[in-house]
């Protein structure tokens, strides 16, 4: 499945349906984050862009799947069940949605450190390109516009 | 000037600049698999010209010198990222060392924690069962014996990063005591002129080497080098190598100093610095949550005790050993203080039979007896917190170890040997040289004929 045009979440009727789902979501957004990162490495920001928007949607994907979970959860609880990712404690696809959501989990990781490198590497390029005589302080540019738009801020 | 003779020496100099030049190739072709090794360019110019007015003869070519191929800001960020990967390999085997000890609620501390409160429940069934009693001794002795074990485990593992520092600090001084040599001998070569490639591409490696040891700031100056920790502890100055040495502090701990500066603190980044901070910092937050849990708990349950009575209808006494003032130490020190079944504080109004006090015991498991949380909860919050650090310097190692590789295959395109790079210069020069060479033969022709025709006239 991929979500651009994802099953609407109402239309789940058994627990399975909801884990695939999510196990496909889940895939989806590893190979997302794992092609924003090899984006980041190149600092091909164009890309990075892209796949941002694309985790975003993801994340909304996965929010609207727990939120059917969440709602089947309190249903069962209401009836002595025991749920734990919107499935039920002894359901097989629960080890499998784990495992996907902690590879997700460190590969989220791995993305913000990589993104504070980026940050980093672009900054030194960003004072290079301006000239000799800057140093590695905020963005001189920038502070040339803040200077031409005082209180703009 | 433009006689035969000078041409002559024109072509000369082509064919000596093509020499230097496939000379330079040739070392490429043969350090093409060298580690460390940057590419060499021949750096040609021509000649001086000579002015005859109102014309301007050139002179030739001079090979004025060979030139290894570096990118000075590539290798600032190859060092940076050398000392974060450093950093987070030796922090991330700490962590993991660390987290063998914290192994959830099934083993270890967690399940002593529940074992504990199970036999006080069952206990509260039947209070005047010896049995039962016992069995809550056994299950304090159990949790005590968790609590030392795991304390004890962190010290020894503290030891052993402490001595992981020692051997850092000879390392790191074995590398600046060769980085200062290396700075003498390339500084040599290049006040004669002379080419010191080589050398600069050991002292590159070393200098790599160092960073992925401790964080290093590189500033070069006029032929060598001053290197100075991030914090601007001079490392190397020229040919002098300043060396660190280690004390041991009050808590038995090696700290790293400087000319008689405890630098300890200042160190950030590479093994040293992932090392300092896994000893220094992870483990006795470690220490002191576990510190805090077992004096809780030892508190509670002997607060709990004394308000009781046992067996024998006498008031209650501490079931724990006290723990230390503030509590420092209370997870390494904790012991049941009572041996005698019969003395567990089980009845609340001095009666055999009343179970009134086992079950203001049991209540504890539930009770936010530390820092607000009870028991369980606490030790699961240890266990999320040391989990949480692995997992995010795991993370940061990897983002480190894909940066380096990103850094260094760019680095290789701009100082690796191209063999195809190499096969084409090769065939640039050898045409030079065969062309200077049969400039050579036509001149050498010219002159045969202007002697001949000199013997004709005369």
């Known amino acids: 499945m991929t979500s651009n045009h994802a099953t609407p979440t109402s239309a789940f009727t058994s627990d399975a349906q909801i884990a695939q789902a999510g196990l496909a979501v889940l895939a989806e957004l590893a190979a997302s984050l794992a092609g924003s990162q090899k984006a980041l490495l190149k600092l091909d920001i164009a890309a990075v862009e892209h796949s941002t928007r694309e985790q975003t949607r993801l994340g909304r994907a996965l929010s609207a799947l727990l939120l059917t979970g969440k709602r089947t959860a309190k249903f069962d609880r209401q009836r002595g069940k025991d749920r734990s990712l919107g499935l039920p404690a002894a359901a097989p ?14 590969l989220s990781r791995v993305q913000n450190a990589l993104l504070a490198r980026a940050q980093r590497a672009l900054r030194i390029r960003t004072n290079r390109a301006a000239g000799l005589g800057s140093t590695y302080g905020p963005f001189t540019a920038r502070q040339a516009a803040m200077a031409r738009w005082p209180g703009r801020e | 000037m433009s006689s035969l003779n000078a041409s002559l020496a024109t072509a000369l100099s082509g064919l000596t600049a093509a020499e230097g030049a496939i000379a330079a190739t040739t070392n490429n072709v043969a350090n093409a698999n060298t580690p460390g090794y940057s590419r060499e360019e021949p750096v040609l110019v021509s000649s001086d010209p000579v002015v005859l007015t109102p014309l301007t003869y050139g002179t030739g070519v001079t090979l004025q010198s060979i030139q290894s191929v570096r990118d000075p800001i590539l290798l600032s960020q190859i060092q940076q990222e050398t000392q974060s990967s450093g950093q987070f390999n030796s922090l991330v085997s700490a962590l993991q060392q660390l987290q063998t000890n914290f192994t959830g609620t099934s083993s270890g501390i967690g399940a ?63 590398l600046t005591r060769q980085i200062a040599q290396l700075n003498g001998q390339i500084s040599n070569l290049q ?39 991030a914090n601007g502890v001079p490392l190397v100055t020229g040919q002098q190598s300043f060396q660190l040495t280690t004390q041991i502090n009050s808590a038995g701990l090696h700290e790293v100093y400087s000319q008689g500066n405890n630098i300890t603190s200042f160190i950030t980044s590479g093994q040293l610095g992932g090392t300092l901070q896994a000893r220094d910092q992870q483990i006795p937050a470690v220490e002191n949550q576990l510190d805090t849990l077992a004096a809780g708990l030892a508190n509670s349950v002997n607060a709990v005790q004394v308000a009781g009575f046992d067996l024998n209808g006498d008031a209650g006494t501490d079931l724990f050993t006290p723990p230390p003032a503030g509590g420092t130490g209370a997870a ?25 006090n086992a079950e203001a015991l049991y209540a504890l498991s539930t009770q936010g007896i530390i820092s607000g949380q009870n028991p369980s909860d606490y030790y699961s919050g240890i266990v999320f917190n040391v989990g949480n650090a692995t997992s995010s310097a795991s993370a940061e190692q990897t983002a480190s170890s894909q940066v380096l590789q990103q850094l260094n295959d760019q680095n290789s395109t701009v100082s690796g040997v191209s063999l195809n790079e190499e096969a084409a210069n090769l065939v640039q020069y050898q045409q030079a040289f065969d062309a200077s060479a049969q400039v050579i033969t036509t001149i050498n ?14």
């Open chain 2, 191 to 229: 006040n004669v002129g002379e080419n010191a490639g080589t050398l600069v591409d050991q002292r590159q490696q070393v200098i790599d080497q160092l960073s992925s040891l401790v964080d290093v700031s590189v500033i070069p100056s006029d032929n060598t080098l001053t290197l100075t920790t």
């Open chain 2, 445 to 458: 022709d010219m002159l045969y004929a202007v002697v001949n025709m000199s013997t004709l006239t005369g």
């Open chain 2, 112 to 174: 002593a924690i529940s074992n504990f409160f199970d036999s006080v429940n069952q206990l509260s069934t039947n209070p005047t069962d010896l049995s039962l009693r016992q069995g809550v001794i056994t299950a304090a002795n159990n949790l005590a014996t968790s609590f030392n074990t795991t304390a004890n485990a962190l010290t020894q593992q503290q030891g052993n990063l402490d001595l992981s520092v020692v051997q850092s600090v000879g390392q790191i001084n074995q």
């Open chain 2, 332 to 356: 390494a020190s904790l012991s049941v203080a009572i041996t005698n079944p019969s003395l567990i504080a089980a009845s609340s109004d001095g009666t055999s039979g009343s179970n009134g």
């Open chain 1, 93 to 106: 696809e629960l080890a499998e949605l784990r495992a996907a959501a902690n590879h997700v989990l460190h």
